[in-house]
């Protein structure tokens, strides 16, 4: 556009009746942004502190008083690092078990199975308040989740490590007392020794200590300082295992990672339980005896029965099938040797001897004298002494000999009918030393190695402290 004079008018931007609506929208779109940024930064703020830990301002009086006090403790902790204000001071962890059950003692697999409380106590540096800013509460419970926890871990852990420990609650105090009573299921490797099996007494070990932190960030102590550590108030009996003692002793190790060497403390529980033997008294033991006084019977049949064979063989059958079910129940070990097994392998070698001598007797019983004579040292020997011995009646005497010495030198042929019963009087006279001598051997083996050295072993248990801790 040109005005009069001829110059250029300049270009002028007229306002547009649509500005106003686009400066609403404008407007609109900032405030949606300003919205989605402040729900954003509210996601983080909860993330940072929980619901219970959120902002809570100390003048308002509808909060509670363990509301402010958690917000308090917790707006500046972090529970990834030691609560420790000094980075060379140590946290000082003191533990002690609350024996519930034993629930089994796995002998093949060697695992001790129990349920206990790992009491745990420290120092936390971080969590202190003063009671009388919070209505005089010293005291507080809280998730443990929120707090720092020691990596107390079983050394000899016979299950999952990721497991762990059942998230329970924490026990606060103002002075900066931590008390952990996680309940868990500990399955611990055993070294059981079943050289007196079923009279036996096991010794278990369970050693806690940390798994990353050494004795200078982190010391692990006893409970009081003492071996007494376990409290068995709740503790519920096991029908096979009978409780002795529990101990506890504290060890440190030193590993050459460094100089200086690096001390790593360890706590270690000692259990020491004793096998209740009246199941495998009345189940195992009275029946191997049983069958050892019919090993005996062997011998008090007469060999015209027919039968004294197949009773050896029947008793040395019935020792076998308890030694295979006392082996399935044995761990898979060459250390040693169970009594109870000592005593079935030598009751099983005797009724074979048994079986033996059986065999021996009546094949002595159907000798025929017009074969054989029988020698005369086998007339002085067993029909002379050994009848006289067990107050048996033979046809063997002075009085016969000299009339068999007198016959001898009219009449040569010797009488088979006299030497027929002489054989079988022999074979009876074999029968009755022979029950004597096995009956003595069990008897020997049976109060040797079933009373005499379960009571031994049985004495050396009670050396054990008992009163002291249970």
């Not at 096991?238 to 706590?267: C, K, M």
């Not at 339980?273 to 049949?301: E, W």
């Not at 009876?428 to 079933?450: E, N, Q």
């Amino acid at each position: 556009m040109f005005t009069n004079n001829g110059f250029r008018q300049p270009y002028r931007i007229l306002p547009s009746p649509h500005q106003p609506r686009k400066m609403c929208r404008h407007n609109l779109t900032l405030l949606l942004i300003l919205c989605c940024c402040g729900k954003v930064l509210s996601a983080l703020d909860a993330d940072t502190f929980p619901a219970e830990t959120a902002p809570i301002n100390d003048t308002v009086n509808n909060h509670t008083d363990e509301q402010r006090l958690l917000y308090h403790i917790m707006r500046h902790y972090d529970k990834n690092v030691r609560p420790v204000h000094a980075a060379a001071s140590t946290v000082s962890v003191r533990l002690r078990i609350t024996l519930t059950h034993i629930f089994d003692l796995d002998e093949r697999n060697q695992v001790l199975t129990t349920m206990i409380w790992l009491n745990q106590e420290w120092q936390d540096e971080l969590l202190t308040w003063n009671p009388a800013d919070f209505s005089g509460l010293r005291a507080l419970i809280i998730p443990c989740q929120s707090i720092w926890l020691p990596d107390i871990v079983l050394f000899n852990n016979a299950d999952d490590y990721n497991k762990g420990y059942m998230q329970s609650r924490a026990m606060l105090h103002h002075d900066g007392k931590v008390y952990w009573p996680p309940p868990t299921k500990m399955r611990s490797t055993c070294k059981v020794d079943v050289r007196y099996f079923p009279f036996d007494t096991q010794q278990c070990l369970m050693k806690f200590g940390s798994g990353s932190y050494d004795g200078f960030q982190m010391d692990v102590q006893m409970f009081n300082g003492t071996g007494e550590l376990a409290d068995l108030k709740h503790y519920v009996k096991n029908g096979e295992w009978e409780l002795q003692s529990i101990t506890a002793e504290r060890t440190v190790h030193y590993y050459d990672s460094g100089y200086p060497a690096h001390p790593f403390p360890h706590v270690t529980f000692k259990i020491i339980v004793r096998r209740k033997a009246l199941y495998y008294v009345y189940n195992v033991i009275f029946p191997s005896v049983m069958m050892s006084i019919l090993t005996l019977l062997v011998f008090v049949l007469p060999p015209e029965s027919g039968e004294k064979i197949a009773l050896g063989i029947s008793v040395l059958l019935a020792f076998s099938v308890s030694m295979l079910q006392i082996a399935e129940k044995l761990p898979e070990t060459s250390e040693s040797v169970p009594l109870i097994g000592i005593y079935l392998m030598t009751v099983t070698a005797m009724a074979s001897l048994s079986v033996m001598m059986t065999v021996t007797v009546i094949t002595i019983d159907w000798r025929r004298p017009e074969k054989q004579h029988i020698p005369d040292w086998i007339k002085r020997l067993v029909l002379g002494q050994i009848a006289h011995v067990f107050g048996m009646y033979t046809d063997f005497n002075s009085c016969h000999r000299k009339d068999e010495e007198a016959n001898e030198k009219v009449e040569p042929n010797f009488n088979a009918r006299s030497d027929r019963n002489q054989w079988r009087q022999v074979a009876r006279v074999m029968d009755r030393c022979l029950f004597w001598s096995f009956g003595m051997a069990t008897l020997l083996v049976t109060v040797v190695l079933l009373v005499i050295l379960p009571l031994i072993a049985s004495g050396s248990g009670a050396s054990f402290p008992v009163e002291n801790t249970l």
